[in-house]
T-cell receptor, first 111, second 112 residues
């Protein structure tokens, strides 16, 4: 089954404790991206990647890092999480000219 | 500026057609228009996309203005399952996914 898989789906952590949210797709898509969703602010893009070893900033990249060492994986790294990064996170992938497929979301709470 | 403008919310009766507008007045000649929707407690899902011509698929129709500064997503017969937030976005030249701006979308309420 074609899918985008995010882990963990739910996480509660504390300020400053590094964490990684993984994203994996099995559709051989070139493009992958991360979004955060907050009440009243809609979906905002954090980072995107056009292909392996090619990443670029979206609209809200501060406090986040990404890497794209393999085509199927695009982890989101929070080196020192803060409470303002409490949010619902979505990963998505697509062919370079196609529809986006989204994961089910990861709800992160930073205390 | 890759922004689009949509109304915050709309209401429809079940089995009535729904026209969801989107303004993209600064669109460039090669940008595509994509529509996604997000059902409660789910990730967004693709609905339809187009460049210049009107497009139809099993979910909806997309009508693009001749000057391409606006478009309308048409749900021909709304059902309760269509209640969702609908996002209109612009993609890069030739439909290439790059930096994407979703905004807050239109929350569609469907009533009996």
């Amino acid at each position: 089954e074609a899918q985008v898989t995010q882990n963990p789906r739910y996480l509660i952590t504390v300020t400053g404790k590094k964490l990684t949210v993984t994203c994996s797709q099995n559709m051989n898509h070139e493009y992958m991206s991360w979004y955060r969703q907050d009440p009243g602010l809609g979906l905002r893009q954090i980072y995107y990647s056009m292909n392996v070893e090619v990443t670029d900033k979206g609209d809200v990249p501060e406090g986040y890092k990404v890497s794209r060492k393999e085509k199927r994986n695009f982890p989101l790294i929070l080196e020192s999480p803060s409470p303002n990064q409490t949010s619902l996170y979505f990963c998505a992938s697509s062919l370079s000219t196609g529809e986006l497929f989204f994961g089910e979301g990861s709800r992160l709470t930073v205390l | 500026d890759a922004k689009t403008t949509q109304p915050n919310s709309m209401e429809s009766n079940e089995e009535e057609p729904v026209h969801l507008p989107c303004n993209h007045s600064t669109i460039s000649g090669t940008d595509y228009i994509h529509w996604y929707r997000q059902l409660p407690s789910q990730g967004p899902e693709y609905v339809i996309h187009g460049l210049t011509s009107n497009v139809n698929n099993r979910m909806a129709s997309l009508a693009i203005a001749e000057d391409r500064k606006s478009s309308t997503l048409i749900l021909h017969r709304a059902t309760l399952r269509d209640a969702a937030v609908y996002y209109c976005i612009r993609t890069g030249p030739t439909g290439t996914a790059s930096k994407l701006t979703f905004g807050t979308g239109t929350r569609l309420q469907v009533t009996l």
